[in-house]
């Protein structure tokens, strides 16, 4: 069955970087459009970055913009948040969600904390 893993969160103080994993399997990763999501508490879920199926193009939420970076490898069916310059605005629970057509599939998600 599709399975979705992130790893990497964690604390960090801000300004500080985390890079985020997500390990796909049971589906075509190569085929299919990645994204990374995270909720905060009393908050909406938001959409971070996105990345397509080639890794040819990617955008991110405005909040992120010049900070995180996402990529892809394919022969690994893996996906990574690079986030650098971390603000303790940037606290939430990230989700990896996966976008095959009109198919949604989710991860269990991983918690970053931004705190000094």
């Known amino acids: 069955q599709v399975q979705l893993v992130e790893s990497g969160g964690g604390l960090v103080q801000p300004g500080g970087s985390l890079r985020l994993s997500c390990a796909a399997s049971?589906?075509?990763?190569?085929?299919?459009?990645m994204c990374w999501y995270r909720q905060a508490p009393g908050k909406e879920r938001e959409l971070v970055a996105r990345?397509?199926?080639?890794?040819?193009?990617?955008s991110y939420g405005d909040s992120v913009k010049g900070r995180f970076s996402i990529s892809r490898d394919n022969a690994k069916n893996t996906v990574y948040l690079q986030m650098n310059s971390l603000k303790i605005e940037d606290t939430a629970m990230y989700y990896c969600?996966?976008?095959?057509?009109?198919?949604?599939?989710w991860g269990q998600g991983t918690q970053v904390t931004v705190s000094s």
């Open positions: 969600k996966a976008i095959r057509g009109v198919i949604a599939s």
């Open positions: 049971g589906f075509n990763f190569s085929s299919a459009a």
């Open positions: 990345i397509t199926s080639t890794g040819g193009v990617t």
